[in-house]
């Protein structure tokens, strides 16, 4: 089946300093990719769309300066988080299609968890 | 427009006992449901997918969910609740783009 990979799994860093975050999809291609944050107890609130050699698509009120997303080959997207706050602490899932129609699910990375201290 | 509502954000049974979780939708579109579960610490997998045709779907581990269309309903059931079923379970709606919807989500707990 289709897998996505994350890395790393888990991230602690301090307050003002960057993280980056990679998502690949393993036995597929995929144009575009999905990153979801997720804060306790809530569910997944998708943060952008990260389209292949294009800029990325972002959801109201993400800060696009601070979620530095790359898309840059069709198997590897990555998001920066810039000068991270510990409000920035979550849960962090990418997700890919393998199929290009809006019934093809998606696949999930296992997530991120980045606490900033 | 499309939203998910997930009635019970805690849901608790005993070990071999049916397991139901709801789900009510809303979509502009036909909509394209799915349920997914998640483990601690862990991303999403896919436990099955309503897109068009038979409106009764079978996914893994024994799970299956019905699409309502009149009811705008989409629950998910197992007949037997296995310890390893304990997680917890969104239920998600697509209308297009691949732009997912995903209800708040509902813990389920299983008792010995």
């Known amino acids: 089946g289709a897998v996505v990979s994350q890395h790393p799994s888990r991230v602690i860093c301090k307050s003002g300093t960057s993280v980056k975050i990679e998502c690949r999809s393993l036995d597929f291609q995929a144009t575009t990719m999905f990153w979801y944050r997720q804060f306790p107890k809530q569910s997944l609130m998708l943060m952008a769309t990260s389209n292949e050699g294009s800029k990325a698509t972002y959801e109201q009120g993400v800060e696009k300066d601070k979620f530095l997303i790359n898309h840059a080959s069709l198997t590897l997207s990555t998001l920066t988080v810039t000068s991270a706050h510990p409000e920035d602490s979550s849960f962090y899932i990418c997700?890919?299609?393998?199929?290009?129609?809006?019934?093809?699910?998606?696949?999930f990375g296992n997530g991120t968890r980045l606490t900033v201290t | 427009a499309q939203s998910v509502t997930q009635l019970g954000s805690h849901v608790s049974v005993s070990e071999g006992a049916l397991v139901l979780l709801r789900c009510n939708y809303s979509?502009?579109?036909?909509?394209?449901l799915f349920w997914y579960v998640q483990y601690p610490n862990q991303g999403l997998q896919l436990l099955l997918k309503y897109t068009t045709g038979a409106t009764l779907v079978k996914g893994i581990n024994g799970f299956e969910a019905e699409f309502k269309k009149s009811e705008t309903s989409f629950h998910l059931t197992k007949p037997s609740a296995h310890m390893s079923d304990a997680a917890e379970y969104f239920c998600a709606v697509s209308g297009g783009y691949q732009k997912v919807t995903f209800g708040t989500g509902t813990k389920l707990q299983v008792i010995p």
């Open positions: 979509s502009s579109v036909p909509p394209y």
């Open positions: 997700s890919a299609s393998p199929g290009q129609g809006n019934n093809s699910p998606l696949h």
